[in-house]
């Protein structure tokens, strides 16, 4: 049965990207060589929630982010994100998945080097066939590079390509935004900026699930989940999750 997630009304209308994980396991390798990654999770992730996934390396927070955002199959348990079960899905299908309900920011922004800023957007309009071109221009005004739309990525800081890179994600309006270490690359000023965009991202109704090994971020989430040995070690609400201005490590 699909998990449906009770539908709330927000500053963006209807909050969107609820998920439910169950049993989940994922190993790499095989025999006296296997790595467990993820080892028999269980979660579940409302709607419209700002969630943020702490945990040393080797814990399994990329591994499930990669689950989540139907990059990789889980080997066992059941799976729902956004209203679809991608339990057993095959990679065509998965791709399906990506394209129609998932954007993703990572640490080291993935921008084609060739390719300014405004392209970089709209290629992921043309790959995906959602969007609209012609919003590409306002949406990067929206997160402050109005004036750097035609710039290469290496004529940009790299809060700028960060900044490019959540435009990018945002471009097929996702239901989900998943974000690996979104900071880790940033100076302190910086990585705040990132921080405040996503943020307002989620305000506007999208789920937003962020993993970082920074536990100082945990503090602007609806939900902190820490992971420790491919399982879940506990998950914490925050009453009333911080505004990133308030925030410093």
Known sequence: MAHTSTARTGTGGTLRGGSRLRGLSKAYGSGDAAVTALDGVDL?????????????????????????GGIEPADSGSVNVAGVDLTGRRPRRLAAFRRDH???VFQFFNLVPTLTARENVEVMVELTGRGERGEVAGLLESVGLGDRL??????????QQQRVAIARALATDPDLLLADEPTGALDVATGKSVLRLLQRTNREGRGVLMVTHNAAIARIAH???TMRDGRVESVERNAVPADVAGVDW
Do not use: C, W, Y
């Not at 409302?46 to 989540?68: I, M, R």
């Not at 035609?150 to 809060?159: K, R, V």
């Open 223 to 225: 939900r902190v989940v």
């Open 102 to 104: 998932i954007g993703f």
């Open 150 to 159: 035609d710039n290469f990525p290496a004529q940009l800081s790299g809060g």
């Open 44 to 68: 579940d992730l409302d709607a419209g929630e700002l969630v943020v996934v702490l945990g040393p390396s080797g814990s399994g927070k990329t591994t499930l982010l990669n689950v989540l």
